[in-house]
């Protein structure tokens, strides 16, 4: 639906809400149809973003059919949130990045969307440079959630190597 019929359509509730008795419901939709309005509802971290996810094709092979072979397929957003948690309350830290690796002949890069909260991601941010300084290494967020990922699903190297093999023309 775009914009303009959805603002159409939105634009009359707020006057049916305070005959109902809803006088404070009608002032948030108001405050949501202001002109960034809902800009500003979602830098609130209400909402969700899309991540994309730079990986290599080997490796988003490798999670996605890792996820699809445990007992309950994985939903890989839930499992990147549930990394950004457990390195938010010290329960998980992301390793040191294991540096440029060449790319395998067949193996190319790709994109892997998850998404998640905007206040979860804020809060990892805002946790990047205390945690350089404890783990002597820079932490990103694309880092952290690709690290969690191969933990969570067990995507070793040796695991990864035979993705690779895989693509090999």
Avoid at 121 to 127: I, P, V
Avoid at 150 to 155: K, P, V
Wanted: aromatic share 4%; charged share 25%; glycine share 8%.
């Amino acid at each position: 639906m775009a914009n303009d019929k959805t603002r159409e359509l939105l634009t009359p509730v707020p006057q049916i809400l305070r005959e109902a008795g809803h006088p404070e419901r009608a002032e948030a939709l108001e405050a949501v149809l202001a002109p960034g309005g809902w800009k500003a509802l979602q830098q609130e971290g209400v909402f969700t973003t899309n991540v994309p996810l730079t990986i290599r094709a080997s490796l988003r092979k490798a999670i996605e059919e890792a996820s699809e072979k445990s007992p309950k397929t994985q939903n890989l957003s839930r499992l990147v949130a549930e990394g950004y948690e457990a390195v938010l309350d010290g329960s998980w830290e992301p390793p040191a990045p294991a540096g440029p690796r060449p790319m395998a002949p067949g193996d190319s890069r790709v994109i892997l969307n998850v998404t998640l909260e905007n206040a979860l991601r804020e809060r990892l941010r805002g946790e990047f440079g205390p945690l350089k300084e404890r783990l002597g290494y820079k932490v990103t967020e694309g880092g952290t959630a690709v690290a969690y990922l191969r933990h969570r699903l067990g995507i070793t190297d040796e695991v990864l190597d035979s993705y690779v093999k895989r693509l090999a023309p």
